[in-house]
Nanobody, 127 residues
Framework: QVQLVESGGGLVQAGDSLRLSCAAS????????MAWFRQPPGKEREFVAA?????????NYANSVKGRFTISRDNAKNTVYLQMNSLKPEDTAVYYC???????????????????WGQGTQVTVSS
């Protein structure tokens, strides 16, 4: 069974930074494509960033976070990170970690592309 656990959310002011972490129980974590999604209050869950398996040499971001957010992974620690800089009130959302194994086909930016999900962590940005 694969378990993903997010941490690092909180309440910050516009312009501040946060780093989210997602710890995975999977022994084959290095073979997982990993991603971050977010769901603002009353809105649909949306893609934020994705990083490919192994060395994570392929990375994709939503246009709304390009230049501000950075996704990375540490396979030795079974952890994926989301560094969030220059936060804006519109970044307020529950942030979810997602993953899929090497045998799972699909693209990178759709909710249905991923098999495993964390419980979410709240990020609130005040103006």
């Amino acid at each position: 069974q694969v378990q993903l656990v997010e941490s690092g959310g909180g309440l910050v002011q516009a312009g501040d930074s946060l780093r989210l972490s997602c710890a995975a129980s999977a022994r084959t974590f290095s073979t997982f494509t990993m991603a971050w999604f977010r769901q603002p209050p009353g809105k649909e869950r949306e893609f934020v960033a994705a990083i490919s398996r192994w060395t994570g040499e392929s990375i994709n971001y939503a246009n709304s976070v390009k230049g501000r957010f950075t996704i990375s992974r540490d396979n030795a620690k079974n952890t994926v990170y989301l560094q969030m800089n220059s936060l804006k009130p519109e970044d307020t959302a529950v942030y979810y970690c997602a993953g899929k194994g090497i045998i799972d086909p699909g693209a990178y930016a759709r909710t249905d592309d991923y098999t495993y999900w964390g419980q979410g962590t709240q990020v609130t940005v005040s103006s």
